[in-house]
């Protein structure tokens, strides 16, 4: 295992806490006595989630209220109420959204200490517990509760729900074979998951606040992309076993927060955006060590798409304004598209129309969907929605595209689009009141499950065809859905 030396990157120094903002000794022993011992004497996280500021930034302080009186449901969270009086409640809850006295670091030590192996690598059956088309297999990320649903595709029948670590995030990597799984937590923890076996095989904490993981297109590796410390981090996927730590800088004293990472298979390669610093790095890996190529671009990239071919990465401009297109072999920035609204690449898809190849993205700020020729980067159409969305879908073999409406007074609507008119088709409105995103297509491209996003939620299984609804299978408040033979076939209409 080679390790290098910088690898205890720092939280900025702006992060820190001042004076003014220090909490009391009193709520400082509260948390001590009451909280430190799941979720870390630095709030670092244990057994419970971290509880600093930015891992925190997607929970509301009176969430954050009402899960140390009441606890929290189907986890170890236990309720205060009868021990602590509301005024302490309150100071806790205040007290975890200041940024923390002292820094934390997250490097080799942290990481290998973090390590859990409950099932090496090859010790296991090689046959699947049950009987199923393991190709056709859905897994469901439910976030209501932190837990998992493994569906049976072909039947539309959960198989098996197990625990997850706190907040997923992202789409889970399956290996190319698609027996295991690897799902990645904002916290850090990576999980790789045997599919045939139901069980953990191995975790990993990468960092203390991960955007996402990718998976080698060999099966190899795992790389994580972190917010905090700065660094990308490459692990053996067999064992989770940590390979190497690159911290993100240019080399001119600045480091940066990574945007995302993904696996481009063509190229067997990683390619990072990063969000500080104006470059995108493909990384390639020899025996375990990696190799960062630098390529310059003419903004930071939040988000990001690769054409089908990989040979260039279309990145949304960090000003959410335009987004860029680079060819991945000469580093060059090759256009300019005009996207305001911040464009939400990720969820982009790309299909067939009229002899050319199209890609469709949704808006974070604006209620539109633009359609680009891949040919000649022209933005071909822009396509008015009911308010801002945020995941689009679809399959090869369908003629609809579903974007959700996931924010505003319309995020209960989605919108069915025809790929070859480009015109919006139907729009359905399944739960009146609560948002309805993100949609998955089985591996036939014949049936899709949308989510209805919330605690007493659902994910409904519809004819991709007919648009009839056929099922609603209940779930808590079900996010991503991930269909094993679409993911490992890079099948156009999901994301990879
Ligand atoms: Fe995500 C994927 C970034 C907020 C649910 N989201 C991704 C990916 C990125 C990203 C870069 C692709 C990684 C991958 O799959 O490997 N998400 C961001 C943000 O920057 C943003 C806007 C702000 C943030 O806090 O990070 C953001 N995302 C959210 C949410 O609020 C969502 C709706 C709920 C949640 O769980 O946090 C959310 N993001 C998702 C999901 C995917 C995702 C379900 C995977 C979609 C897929 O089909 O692959």
């Known amino acids: 295992m080679m390790i290098r030396k910088q690898t205890l990157l720092v939280l900025a120094t702006s992060l820190l806490l001042p004076a003014a903002l220090q909490a009391d000794s009193g709520t400082e022993a509260l948390y001590q006595q009451h909280c430190a011992s799941c979720h870390g004497t630095d709030r670092l996280g244990g057994m419970g989630p971290a509880l600093l500021p930015d891992n925190l930034s997607r929970l509301r302080k009176t969430q954050a209220v009402d899960a140390i009186r009441d606890g929290r449901p189907a986890t170890q969270m236990p309720a205060f109420d009868d021990i602590?009086?509301?005024?302490?409640?309150?100071a806790l809850a205040d007290y975890i959204y200041l940024p923390p006295a002292s820094i934390p670091t997250w490097g080799q030590v942290e990481i290998l200490d973090s390590h859990l192996l409950p099932h090496s690598h090859g010790t296991l059956p090689d046959e699947p517990v049950y009987q199923a088309d393991m190709m056709n297999l859905f897994l469901v990320v439910e976030i209501g509760d932190h837990h998992v649903t493994l569906l049976d595709g072909d039947k539309m029948e959960p198989i098996h729900r197990f625990p997850s670590r706190y907040a997923l995030h992202g789409g889970p990597k399956y290996s190319p074979d698609g027996r295991y799984v690897y799902f990645g937590s904002r916290d850090g923890w990576i999980t790789k998951y045997d599919l045939y076996n139901l069980k953990v095989t191995a975790e990993v904490r990468a960092g203390?606040?991960?955007?996402?993981?990718?998976?080698?297109?060999?099966?190899?590796?795992?790389?994580a992309a972190n917010y905090l410390p700065h660094t990308?981090?490459?692990?053996?996927?067999?064992?989770?076993?940590?390979?190497?730590?690159?911290?993100?800088?240019?080399?001119?004293?600045?480091?940066?927060?990574?945007s995302a990472v993904y696996a481009a298979p063509p190229r067997n390669s990683f390619i990072a955006?990063?969000?500080?610093?104006?470059?995108?790095?493909?990384?390639?890996?020899?025996?375990?060590?990696?190799?960062?190529?630098?390529?310059?671009?003419?903004?930071?990239?939040d988000d990001f798409f690769f054409d089908p071919g990989y040979e260039h990465v279309i990145g949304a401009a960090r000003d959410g304004k335009h987004g860029l297109v680079i060819n991945l072999d000469t580093g060059k920035t090759v256009a300019d598209l005009p996207l305001p609204g911040?464009?939400?690449?990720?969820?982009?898809?790309?299909?067939g129309y009229q002899g050319t190849r199209v890609m469709a993205t949704p808006h974070f700020r604006t209620g539109a969907v633009s359609i680009i020729d891949m040919d000649n980067w022209q933005v071909i159409k822009t396509l008015e929605t009911e308010g801002p969305g945020f995941f689009m879908r679809s399959h090869e073999n369908s003629r609809y595209a579903w974007v959700d409406v996931f924010f505003g007074p319309n995020k209960d609507k989605v919108h069915v689009i025809?790929?070859?008119?480009?015109?919006?088709?139907?729009?359905?409105?399944?739960?009146?009141?609560?948002v309805a995103a993100h949609v998955e297509f089985d591996r036939y491209g014949e049936k899709l499950l949308l989510s209805i996003w919330d605690n007493d939620g659902a994910v409904i299984v519809y004819d991709a065809d007919t648009l009839e609804e056929e099922k609603r299978i209940p779930m808590n408040k079900p996010s991503g859905k991930y269909n094993v033979w679409n993911k490992i076939n890079y099948e156009e209409g999901t994301s990879h």
């Open 84 to 90: 602590l009086d509301s005024e302490s409640i309150t």
């Open 208 to 223: 203390i606040n991960m955007r996402n993981i990718a998976v080698s297109a060999d099966g190899k590796y795992v790389m």
């Open 232 to 258: 990308l981090v490459l692990f053996g996927a067999d064992n989770l076993e940590l390979m190497d730590i690159i911290p993100v800088e240019n080399g001119a004293g600045d480091s940066s927060r990574v």
């Open 273 to 301: 955006a990063l969000k500080d610093i104006p470059e995108a790095w493909e990384i390639t890996v020899e025996d375990g060590k990696p190799n960062v190529r630098r390529m310059q671009t003419d903004t930071w990239l």
């Open 342 to 351: 911040m464009p939400h690449l990720g969820s982009g898809i790309t299909w």
């Open 418 to 434: 025809d790929k070859q008119t480009l015109e919006i088709v139907k729009t359905l409105q399944p739960a009146p009141g609560k």
